[in-house]
């Protein structure tokens, strides 16, 4: 059974640093495209990155374009979200989440699969 687990979230002052880890169980994570996903308080939930089953396809909102940096390494089964450069209104619940691609390596419109997610707040 695929299981998502987030890490690396925290509490970090404007300008900073974090690494998000989303650790992969339960499949073999080369099959599958992930996204990061996040959810401010009495805010929708927003697509951040995503990155396709070769780590060659990435994409990012234009709020965290430049700032955040995508990454893969398919046999530790982790996905890497750097995120620099952090602004207040980067402070949300981050969720990483998977879908079976396949041989497909495009990041999808849908995931079905969603991790419990992990608090990013950015305070001075």
């Known amino acids: 059974q695929l299981q998502l687990v987030e890490s690396g979230g925290g509490l970090v002052q404007p300008g900073g640093s974090l690494t998000l880890s989303c650790v992969v169980s339960g499949v073999t994570l080369d099959w599958y495209a992930i996204g990061w996903f996040r959810q401010a308080p009495g805010k929708e939930r927003e697509k951040v990155s995503c990155i396709g089953t070769s780590g060659n396809i990435t994409n990012y909102a234009d709020s965290v374009k430049g700032r955040f940096s995508i990454s893969r390494d398919n046999a530790k089964k982790t996905v890497t979200l750097q995120m620099n450069s952090l602004k207040l209104e980067d402070t949300a619940v981050y969720y990483c989440?998977?879908?079976?691609?396949?041989?497909?390596?495009?990041?999808?419109?849908?995931?079905?699969?969603w991790g419990q997610g992990t608090q990013v707040t950015v305070s001075s």
């Open positions: 989440a998977a879908e079976w691609m396949g041989l497909g390596d495009i990041c999808p419109y849908r995931y079905d699969h």
